[in-house]
């Protein structure tokens, strides 16, 4: 089940604003995944930040201006991306279904990629059946994999106070996923899709729970932006 199209509300921990940002509530998700206590603001994904001058209204204008910058300067492919981790605890962790948010359908097996030493990145990689440690790579595909981009990098775009975010057009997405190597200790994918826009919501704005978020907090850039990933990580197999 996925909502692709919420009103300019903070709806939990799931805020994304249309017009202003098309997104995917996702029911399967570790636990972890949604933290933010009631009422509190959501915890947007995001690159690290650095300082720029500014203040409201003018910052949204300056965040805007230097996101859509970089995006103009990503060229033909698009966003590139190689996550190469050697340590297990970078890789694919599996995710207890014990711990997951109490939402249904949940996926068979899932697995959660959020490395320690690298905030700007959380991925999810789920399956509609079990897989094992011996599972041959047809076996895997044959098990629909299916992938939640919940945060990745955007080097070299970095705005004081904002996190600015990639959206697809829907999540978990199965297209474009394929699984390359796999020996029950690494699992290699390549990911070949496309964000449907990227957004931008200042840190320092804390609305009420469901009251309208202040156009001075948000920006949405609406474009096509090809993504080219490659991930090579250990995974832990229960």
Same mark, same amino acid.
């Given at each position: 089940?996925?909502?692709?199209?919420?009103? #300019?509300?903070?709806?939990?921990?799931?805020? $994304?604003?249309?017009?202003?940002?098309?997104?995917?509530?996702?029911?399967?998700?570790?636990?972890?995944?949604?933290?933010?206590?009631? &009422?509190?603001?959501?915890?947007?994904?995001?690159?690290?930040?650095?300082?720029? %001058? @500014? @203040?409201?209204?003018?910052?949204?204008?300056?965040?805007?201006?230097?996101?859509? $910058?970089?995006? +103009?300067?990503? =060229?033909?492919?698009?966003?590139?991306?190689?996550?190469?981790?050697?340590?297990?605890?970078? &890789?694919?962790?599996?995710?207890?279904?014990?711990?997951?948010?109490?939402? /249904?359908?949940?996926?068979?097996?899932?697995?959660?990629?959020?490395?320690?030493? /690298? %905030?700007?990145? $959380?991925?999810?990689?789920?399956?509609?059946?079990?897989?094992?440690? =011996?599972?041959?790579?047809?076996?895997?595909?044959?098990?629909?994999?299916?992938?939640?981009? /919940?945060?990745? #990098?955007?080097?070299?775009?970095?705005?004081? =106070?904002? +996190?600015?975010?990639?959206?697809?057009?829907?999540?978990?997405?199965?297209?474009?996923?394929?699984?390359?190597?796999?020996? @029950? $200790?690494?699992?290699?994918?390549?990911?070949?899709?496309?964000?449907?826009?990227?957004?931008?919501?200042?840190?320092?704005?804390?609305?009420?729970? +469901?009251?309208?978020?202040?156009?001075?907090?948000?920006?949405?850039?609406?474009?096509?932006? %090809?993504?080219?990933?490659?991930? /090579?990580?250990?995974?832990?197999?229960?």
């Amino acid at each position: 089940m996925q909502l692709r199209y919420l009103r #300019p509300t903070i709806m939990g921990s799931a805020f $994304r604003s249309l017009p202003i940002c098309v997104c995917s509530l996702v029911l399967a998700r570790c636990a972890a995944h949604e933290a933010s206590p009631p &009422g509190a603001p959501p915890a947007a994904p995001s690159a690290p930040s650095s300082a720029r %001058p @500014g @203040g409201p209204p003018e910052l949204v204008g300056i965040a805007q201006s230097l996101s859509q $910058r970089w995006l +103009d300067g990503l =060229g033909a492919r698009g966003l590139v991306l190689a996550l190469h981790p050697s340590a297990p605890a970078d &890789g694919f962790t599996h995710c207890d279904r014990s711990d997951m948010q109490p939402c /249904n359908p949940l996926p068979a097996t899932q697995f959660e990629y959020e490395p320690p030493d /690298n %905030p700007a990145v $959380r991925i999810f990689l789920s399956f509609a059946a079990p897989i094992a440690l =011996g599972s041959s790579l047809q076996e895997l595909h044959a098990k629909g994999p299916r992938m939640d981009l /919940n945060r990745v #990098p955007t080097p070299g775009l970095e705005v004081r =106070g904002w +996190d600015i975010f990639p959206q697809t057009r829907e999540s978990p997405f199965d297209r474009g996923i394929e699984i390359t190597a796999y020996d @029950g $200790r690494r699992i290699a994918l390549k990911v070949r899709t496309s964000f449907y826009s990227l957004c931008g919501q200042r840190r320092d704005c804390h609305p009420p729970a +469901d009251a309208p978020m202040p156009p001075e907090c948000f920006f949405e850039i609406v474009r096509d932006i %090809p993504l080219d990933l490659s991930v /090579n990580a250990p995974i832990s197999v229960p």
